[in-house]
């Protein structure tokens, strides 16, 4: 089999002894001796940077996609179509957790150089809890 170098970004489900196909494949290979990753971004659309799971969600932080990945995931595991949301509106985006109340942070990243920061970023966002689609405005929590 040629290797593969796509240069893709991924999201894998992890299982003991699972082989992901590092270094001979990058993304889906579609051989048996590999687990094909269930979400697979250009460079262009993610870097992720970030990841956190909440409400049958995964959000996953994009630095050079500038925006919030939100992916259904089922109580089954199986993955939906990824959403890309809070695109451009605040640049770069260094990670996401989730909050004790549920709520979500996000965490702006334009002050290393890369990004076009605006007057008051770098930024700690608050959406509420619930939020599968995160959508401006949100409550900015600080600044740096």
Same mark, same amino acid.
């Given at each position: 089999?040629?290797?593969?170098?796509?240069?893709?970004?991924?999201?894998?489900?992890?299982?003991?002894?699972?082989? /992901?196909?590092? +270094?001979?494949?990058?993304?889906?290979?579609g051989d048996? %001796?590999f687990r094909?990753?269930?979400?697979?971004?250009?460079? =262009?659309?993610?870097?992720?940077?970030?990841?956190? #799971?909440? &409400? *049958?969600?995964? #959000?996953?932080?994009?630095?050079?996609? =500038?925006?919030?990945?939100?992916? +259904?995931?089922?109580? #089954? *595991?199986?993955?939906?179509t990824p959403? =890309?949301?809070?695109?451009?509106? /605040?640049?770069?985006?260094?990670?996401?957790?989730? &909050?004790?109340?549920?709520?979500?942070?996000?965490?702006?990243?334009?002050?290393?150089? %890369?990004?076009?920061?605006? &007057?008051?970023?770098?930024?700690?966002? %608050? #959406?509420?809890?619930?939020?599968?689609?995160?959508?401006? +405005?949100?409550?900015?929590?600080?600044?740096?």
């Amino acid at each position: 089999m040629k290797p593969s170098r796509s240069a893709t970004l991924e999201v894998n489900r992890i299982v003991p002894g699972g082989n /992901y196909g590092w +270094p001979v494949v990058e993304g889906r290979s579609g051989d048996p %001796r590999f687990r094909d990753p269930v979400v697979v971004w250009s460079p =262009a659309e993610a870097s992720p940077s970030g990841a956190a #799971f909440a &409400a *049958g969600t995964l #959000f996953v932080a994009a630095l050079r996609g =500038a925006r919030l990945w939100a992916v +259904p995931v089922d109580a #089954f *595991g199986r993955v939906g179509t990824p959403t =890309a949301v809070l695109q451009g509106v /605040y640049g770069r985006l260094r990670t996401v957790e989730v &909050a004790p109340d549920g709520a979500l942070w996000v965490t702006s990243s334009n002050r290393d150089g %890369r990004g076009s920061p605006a &007057a008051d970023d770098d930024r700690v966002l %608050r #959406f509420p809890a619930g939020a599968r689609r995160p959508q401006p +405005p949100a409550l900015l929590v600080g600044a740096g």
